[in-house]
């Protein structure tokens, strides 16, 4: 091939990568930007008293899927049993864990076994056992089923709940005392709510008692706390501007809430996908649009459920793979979405921006790295170049991933200390140009041996929160 | 070179958006010392102004038009707010009159609010329901001006409005501002309805006679709203829901509304309606006999008992649910349900042992 040939190829690559660069800078900026001005707003709203005063409760049922979390289960619970609202119910299922999950919740809250029927509206693997409470403020039920999958956990849960909405939360998550209070908040204000996400902030190194912020700071491991700055970016950004045009397509698994009628009609929880939580939003926008139903799908910026991330890199790696299987499994299953009209915004925007900047960014991340070695091996790379545009690359994208961080801590009323400030700062490059790179290459080996995997937990280790 | 241009713009825009965030920091914290400077400094005119009502004088003018201009910017009421928050908790009756003196303040400043952003026009109407500013003056204009909010596009700016005008306590007034909501585009929760008629206190009877005389100017989910009102209001109203239940051309939801309410105000002129259609002689649909079973349980008698452990073996989950739940709330033993346990209908037995070993265990816990 001659030289002229091959320096063409690579005109093109470059003018390829500019663009999908510029896209999704572009994207980056319009989504902070509406994200920040939103939360402004809202707490603008918020001291002219446009609230809701009273307190208007609508019947929400929590389920809490759990596997081998005998650490994290009772704590959750109890945690839960202290939300600021009435009229709610709680279930754990139990889906066949080989630790004592079941024996430390039924001897925590004094637990009595019950022969109840369950209305199977959904399938799902059989339970071995129930226990219910009568000493709690709330109805408490345990179901211990065959494993089955988490997805098949919460499809137990969505036939037992006896409430018309339920909110699916991990075993190792704790709501916020006033999350219910809050969560319920956009089916109040709008008609043919399907279903309401949460804000999911990590808490490892932050006290929390009976739901409440006691101390905040930022997470002490450099790893945990990266993913802070990813969690607040990813949650104003995307998550908000999607919102605006009832383009959600990710409830995150660790707090939504969701209308069970609709959720049944629509077939519940897939067995087979790891991600759910991104599947069960996907198909609910892809049944209410077949259907002609009329639905919308909106984020509550200020219910708020604290989560542990992973310390250990090998944890994240478990959990990152996991989720970019999930989210290949989704695209996938729902490819008719991709560009077709009859799914309006959520199949031009929603679904090409999952489809480009989050399923195939892996790839074309490492391509472009390795595109670049080439490059330079053969001397077609004007070095200085690429370094001033990386540099001022990663600069914009930490920038942005700051105003997230900030803009998220003035709104939520949180205070953090100066020295977490600059904490916050530093790390904010370091995520950029080296953590999303580490991920953009773990990605990319998500599909090794996946079948494997189809009903795996995805284990990461557990410790116990300062609750 | 276009590519950094781009990409120098949006850092600058991005440093913007920092400088932005670290001059709010400031800016709230400034505007938290402001507001409570202005708090305490019209605390302090308010008390001045409640001991001159004290010695019998008016209030001046001077203070009027003081109140006037600057209540009419945000940032003035609600200071005032909180000024008058700490006073009506030392003074209320002093408060009150303070209030019902200044009330030209709020006529001026009702059509001063309308016109501005929602989200400022919503404060407005949450001022004159939280001090009951109403309550006390009736005020043609601003009634008309409040009614007229209730077509906002904001449903806070609607719900705190609809809170002022249920302060005002004035049934007419209630059916018209429903009227007005129910003609509205706006979608307004059901339970933002039901839930806030229970906040007005004024004289309920009068109010029922005038929503049933305008029940049928309402749509179906408005009359809904009204019925439910009743029963969670524990309004009796026991004629016109009997109409209802028997008028098998009403709409189904409110025909359910009508066996709820009777659920929770048993009379014996329901009962006969009530187990025809928990026997589903009217040939509807499920949710008529699974609502009717439930109301069951506030019958106690031998129909209702062989209606109940009938429907316990019926093929609705729903209708077996609730009529077992019935039974048990009547306080049938496993001795009156032998039939049922030694029957061949695995699903009865299962949700009746359920309920009874519940209704034990409860019993034991308490």
């Known amino acids: 091939m001659e030289m002229e040939t091959i320096k063409n190829i690579f005109d093109i690559i470059s003018v390829c990568f500019v663009v999908y660069l510029i896209g999704y800078s572009t994207f980056l900026f319009l989504s902070v930007a509406i994200g920040a001005s939103t939360l402004y707003r809202k707490k603008m709203q918020d001291r002219l008293m446009n609230k809701f005063t009273d307190n208007y409760f609508v019947p929400i049922t929590i389920v809490v899927p759990a596997y081998n979390e005998e650490v994290t289960v009772v704590q959750t619970v109890k945690s839960l049993l202290s939300l600021d609202y009435k009229l709610y119910e709680i279930i754990v299922v139990d889906d066949g864990s080989k630790d004592e999950t079941s024996r430390v919740l039924i001897d925590a809250y004094n637990m009595h076994p019950v022969r109840r029927p369950l209305h199977r509206s959904i399938a799902c693997q059989p339970e071995e056992f129930i226990y219910e409470s009568y000493e709690q403020k709330v109805p408490l039920t345990l179901i211990r089923k065959k494993n089955g999958g988490k997805a098949d956990a919460l499809n137990m849960g969505i036939n037992a709940a006896q409430y018309p909405y339920f909110i699916c939360m991990d075993a190792d998550s704790v709501l916020q005392y006033d999350s219910l ?287 | 070179m276009k590519i950094e241009i781009m990409i120098y713009v949006y850092i600058a825009i991005c440093i913007s958006m920092i400088a932005f965030n670290i001059v709010y920091v400031f800016v709230l914290r400034h505007r938290e010392k402001a507001l409570s400077n202005n708090s305490q400094k019209l605390n302090k005119i308010i008390c001045e102004q409640i001991e001159v009502i004290k010695t019998g004088k008016e209030i001046s003018e001077k203070h009027i038009k003081y109140l006037c201009k600057k209540l009419d910017r945000t940032a003035g009421i609600t200071a005032f707010d909180r000024a008058l928050e700490s006073v009506s908790r030392k003074e209320p009756d002093m408060a009150q009159k303070y209030l019902i003196e200044t009330f030209y303040v709020f006529e001026y400043l009702t059509h001063r609010y309308i016109s501005k952003d929602t989200i400022k026009i919503a404060y407005f109407p949450y001022i004159l329901h939280k001090y009951n500013i109403l309550k006390h003056y009736d005020s043609g204009k601003v009634l008309d001006a409040l009614l007229d909010l209730l077509r906002s596009v904001n449903v806070y700016c609607r719900e705190n409005t609809l809170k002022a005008l249920y302060s005002m306590q004035r049934p007419d007034v209630v059916v018209a501002s429903l009227k007005i909501i129910d003609k509205n585009l706006s979608f307004h929760h059901a339970k933002l309805i039901c839930d806030g008629l229970l906040n007005y206190n004024g004289d309920k009877e009068r109010l029922k006679d005038m929503l049933f005389e305008s029940f049928n100017a309402y749509s179906t989910g408005m009359q809904l709203n009204i019925l439910n009102y009743f029963r969670f209001g524990n309004i009796r109203c026991d004629k016109e829901m009997l109409e209802i239940l028997s008028n098998e051309k009403a709409d189904n939801e409110l025909r359910f509304a009508a066996i709820r309410y009777f659920e929770k105000f048993p009379i014996k002129e329901a009962e006969s309606s009530i187990w025809a259609i928990a026997e589903n002689l009217e040939g509807r649909t499920w949710e008529y006999q699974a609502i009717a079973s439930s109301a069951l349980k506030s019958y106690p008698g031998d129909v209702t008992f062989r209606i109940l452990v009938e429907n316990l073996s019926n093929s609705n989950w729903h209708i077996r649910q609730n009529s077992a739940i019935s039974l048990e709330k009547l306080g049938y033993t496993y001795h009156d349900l032998i039939n049922v346990f030694d029957g061949n209908d695995r699903y009865a037995r299962e949700i009746m042992r359920y309920r009874l070993d519940k209704r034990n265990a409860e019993a034991v816990k308490a």
């Open chain 1, 181 to 467: 209070k809050k969560i319920v908040i956009p089916v109040l204000e709008e008609e043919n709510v399907v279903a309401v996400g949460g804000t999911v902030r990590p808490c490892n190194d932050v006290t929390l008692k009976s739901g409440r912020v006691i101390k905040y700071r930022l997470p002490k491991n450099i790893l945990a706390c990266m993913q802070l700055l990813e969690y607040d970016r990813s949650f104003l950004a995307s998550r908000i501007l999607f919102d605006h045009f009832n383009g959600s397509l990710i409830i995150s698994g660790a707090f939504g809430m969701f209308k069970k009628e609709t959720v049944i009609a629509a077939g519940g929880y897939d067995h087979g996908t790891m991600g759910e939580d991104m599947e069960l939003v996907v198909k609910l926008h892809s049944y209410c649009l077949t259907n002609q139903i009329p639905y919308s799908i909106k984020y509550a910026t200020d219910a708020v459920c604290w989560t542990q991330v992973p310390e250990k890199l090998g944890d994240l790696k478990k959990q990152r793979k996991r989720w970019h299987l999930g989210l290949f499994q989704t695209m996938w299953k729902h490819k008719k979405m991709m560009g077709n009209p009859k799914f309006g915004a959520v199949g031009f925007i929603s679904y090409m921006y999952f489809l480009l900047y989050e399923l195939l960014s892996p790839f074309i991340e490492v391509f472009g790295v390795f595109t670049m070695i080439v490059a330079y091996c053969i001397d077609l790379l004007n070095l200085p170049f690429m370094l001033l545009f990386m540099l001022i690359y990663a600069a914009y994208n930490s920038i942005l991933t700051l105003t997230a961080f900030f803009s998220r801590i003035q709104t939520i009323d949180l205070t953090v200390t100066f020295k977490d400030c600059m904490k916050a700062i530093m790390l904010c490059f370091f995520e950029v140009t080296t953590l999303r790179f580490i991920m953009a290459f773990v990605r990319l080996t998500a599909f090794r041996g996946y079948k494997k995997k189809k009903l795996d937990w995805g284990r990461i280790e557990r410790m116990k929160m300062n609750i």
